[in-house]
């Protein structure tokens, strides 16, 4: 069973006396700097010259360069995105750090696959919010906490799962709950549903999307039907509510019959084997190497992909139903 830890396993002492920093204000950045602030720690931002860093001066921070702040910080957070993290941990923050310091990665990723390597006096820890930048902040402030995910790479002081929990409770997370874990379980977790989960959700989806129109239905009411009427965000919430499995009974006894005699043959050994490749492809640090080498390339790939799928009739039936998504959106958002 996994430990899960709640805001009576947190202190927040072992961070008053140290300063803390975050490189990066973007979606997680804002969040978890404001909500720092807010339980009481001094934070310093870190950021280049942009928009970012004008919203950070805007919020009340000092702000200073990635450099300065790995100089003057113990504690940093690193939160920018992780493919711009190894060049800036190389050219910014390595050179600055000192024996002692702690390092706080969000996602398991770069650490994982050895992308960026801190030194052996350094703590390398992990709070991954399962949370967008956004509602880190929405859910501090209205009171409430969201899952985090901790784990510790290297722990240099004795204390770096202690100054983790720290973390986890200044940014409200341990409100709710910090699983215990690992960069290598947050790395796979996250990837897997990127490349498994939701790709085919996406598949299947755009398949019945167009097997319908193929079988002469509208797409404009197969896309209403899909996602535009906000049906799936109700059933979405009933699955938190009354159980991934258990509610199917707010559905037909049709629909019921139909969803439980057919899911198994969807899992073809066609598809199994495509599942094991990915997750294969996933813990070998293959995928890893290919995306490095993707953005190293500047993006071909991922430019001809976005092509192809904003070119897809969903989109064009998503622009023809722009009135309705409005309604949607006031109704259920
Ligand atoms: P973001 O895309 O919002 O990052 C923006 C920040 O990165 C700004 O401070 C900007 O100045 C800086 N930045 C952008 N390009 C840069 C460059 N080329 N060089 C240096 N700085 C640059 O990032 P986000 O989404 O907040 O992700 C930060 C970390 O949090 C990542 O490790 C991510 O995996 C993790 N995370 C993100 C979640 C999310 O909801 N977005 C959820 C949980 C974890």
Request: net charge negative; proline share 3%.
């Amino acid at each position: 069973m996994v430990t899960i830890y709640g805001d009576k396993d947190a202190d927040l002492s072992l961070l008053k006396d140290r300063r803390v920093g975050t490189i990066g204000y973007g979606n997680q950045g804002r969040a978890q700097a404001l909500n720092m602030r807010d339980s009481g720690i001094h934070v310093t931002v870190g950021n280049m010259n942009d928009n970012y860093r004008e919203q950070a001066i805007a919020d009340g921070f000092d702000v200073v360069a990635f450099a300065e702040a790995s100089r003057i910080c113990d504690v940093l957070l690193i939160l920018i995105p992780d493919e711009v993290q190894p060049g800036v941990f190389e050219t910014e923050i390595a050179p600055n750090l000192e024996a002692g310091n702690v390092l706080c990665f969000a996602s398991g990723y770069n650490v994982h696959y050895q992308l960026i390597g801190p030194g052996e006096d350094i703590d390398v820890i992990m709070v991954a919010p399962r949370m967008i930048g956004k509602a880190v902040r929405d859910l501090y402030t209205d009171g409430h906490g969201y899952p985090c995910l901790v784990g510790v790479e290297h722990d240099a002081s004795g204390k770096a799962l202690e100054i983790a929990l720290g973390i986890a409770k200044a940014i409200g997370a341990t409100r709710l709950g910090a699983f215990a874990s690992s960069f290598r379980e947050e790395t796979l977790i996250d990837l897997f549903a990127e490349q498994m989960l939701w790709p085919g959700i996406n598949k299947l989806a755009t398949v019945y999307f167009e097997k319908l129109v193929e079988n002469g239905c509208d797409p404009d009411i197969v896309a209403t039907e899909l996602h535009m009427s906000g049906e799936f965000l109700e059933i979405a919430k009933a699955m938190i509510t009354e159980g991934f499995f258990k509610q199917l009974k707010l559905h037909s006894h049709t629909s019921q019959y139909g969803q439980l005699s057919r899911a198994d043959g969807m899992y073809t050994p066609d598809l199994a084997k495509h599942v094991d490749d990915v997750i294969e492809e996933i813990a070998s640090g293959a995928f890893a190497r290919e995306w490095t080498k993707e953005q190293e390339n500047g993006l071909p790939e991922l430019e001809k992909l976005w092509k192809k799928a904003l070119a897809h009739p969903i989109s064009q039936a998503e622009e023809r139903l722009d009135e309705l998504r409005k309604a949607v959106a006031r109704a259920h958002l």
